[in-house]
């Protein structure tokens, strides 16, 4: 069993973003509204993916553009609060990115019970935030400090706003990101809502098929087909919201409608890594 099927019962999981309005400290926080405001919203898309089908959230703060490489302790506190005030809801396993700060994001993780973390884990990114550079070594150990070894490290190897300092291949950083114990993979198109390339999904999954590798960007009813046919998963966020739009509310007959294209293309075993798109 790999970590998608121990984590979301499936061996391909559809991931719907569940995005928090603008958390304090950050310009698109409603001070008014407080972090009564961020839940309010926030258990709306939650209903309505759980009750679509999606079988796996994915909180993120996605409203505190720009964003920033280290957040503070305020942004820790308010969306660990804001998941723990919906946790008693939650019907699905979840995972917890806070952009783009990955030790932060792991106690996020550790403190509501995610089961684990989109972030930047390993490589050096030369990116629109400044330098990724993040230590893996250090993040396990810190993971490690605070008993959250369960939770698994989803790595994104071709990060949204970004390109590689090094110039290394995707496959070349797939199998590094292996070799050093990520659980899953990611591919990213240049920035949120923008396809992942399948060149780079495949390069990823040949150089790597024994770990997960997921389409982390712009995944839409008319590319899924194609998209399954290489990647072992989805992460879905702008295409499931009204019109299209990443800031709108999500849209229950989108969310439900590319549910249904997931179980189809699964169950006509139309959705097998490795195939040609």
């Known amino acids: 069993m790999n970590v998608l099927e121990r984590i979301f019962g499936v061996e391909r999981p559809l991931i719907a973003m569940c995005h928090l309005r603008g958390l304090p400290g950050r310009p698109r926080h ?18 309505t993916l759980q009750e679509a089908g999606v079988h796996g959230l994915l909180f993120c703060n996605e409203n505190d553009i720009p964003y920033q490489l280290q957040v503070g302790p305020e942004a820790v ?31 996020v993780a550790r403190a509501t019970g995610a089961a684990f973390v989109r972030e930047v884990f390993t490589g050096v990114y030369e990116s629109d935030m400044g330098l990724m550079a993040p230590s893996l070594g250090d993040l396990a150990a810190f993971r490690h400090a605070i008993g959250a070894d369960d939770v698994a490290l989803f790595t994104n190897i071709t990060p949204e706003f970004s390109r590689s300092v090094s110039g290394r291949s995707v496959a070349e950083r797939a199998r590094s990101a292996a070799f050093l114990g990520v659980d899953a993979l990611l591919v990213s198109g240049q920035m949120a809502g923008v396809s992942a390339e399948l060149d780079d999904l495949r390069e990823a999954k040949e150089a790597t098929p024994q770990v997960p590798v997921l389409a982390n960007t712009g995944v839409t009813a008319e590319n899924v087909g194609r998209i399954l046919k290489v990647a072992d ?12 739009e990443i800031w709108n509310p999500v849209d229950p007959a989108r969310a439900r409608r590319l549910v249904e294209l997931v179980a189809e293309l699964t169950e006509a075993g139309e959705a097998r890594p490795g195939d040609p798109p």
């Open 30 to 47: 409603d001070v008014a509204a407080g972090v009564d405001g961020i839940v309010e919203w926030l258990a709306r898309d939650v209903t």
């Open 77 to 107: 506190a308010a969306m660990a609060a804001t998941i723990g005030q919906l946790r008693k809801e939650l019907r699905l396993p979840f995972g917890v990115d806070l952009l783009w700060d990955p030790r932060a994001a792991l106690a």
């Open 233 to 244: 998963g989805l992460v879905v966020g702008t295409s499931l919201k009204v019109d299209g």
